[in-house]
């Protein structure tokens, strides 16, 4: 049976999965098991039931993301967007735009992420708040 993977916003994640992806954190600075455990206010076998089940996509473990993104329909629009991209340290490796309806232009972005200068999460916010960018949807991250 193949594994099912999920990009989920953390507002819906329960407080239990929460506190491992902190308690992975602590360990990953140096902190042991136990300590990150008490501080993360979580038994060892929560720890350990969810550890190797949880994945926090951030630039140093990822190489690529797929943004789907809806632009008004103007010139220099996307190339905005992609100006923003390359000043983050983005690299668009492939673009796919379909044909604008009711002036939204749908495109698809492959960008290298290796040296990416924000969190994932501000890049895909600050893409949000460009002018005339409507929607940016991350797709995938790998």
Known sequence: MSKKYYLVEESIIDESVIKVINAKNLIDSGISITVACKRCDISR??????????YQPE??????MV??????????????VLNFVAKCGGNVLSIHQEMPIHNIAFVMLT???????????????????????????????E
């Open 45 to 54: 076998s929560t720890f350990y039931k969810y550890k190797d089940l949880i």
């Open 59 to 64: 630039n140093n473990s990822t190489r690529r």
């Open 67 to 80: 943004l789907s993104l809806k632009l008004v329909d103007e010139t220099g629009v996307l190339s905005n």
């Open 111 to 141: 960008i290298d992420i290796v040296k990416l200068e924000k969190t994932i999460a501000n890049f895909v916010g600050e893409i949000k708040d460009l002018n005339k960018v409507v929607e940016v949807i991350l797709t995938a991250v």
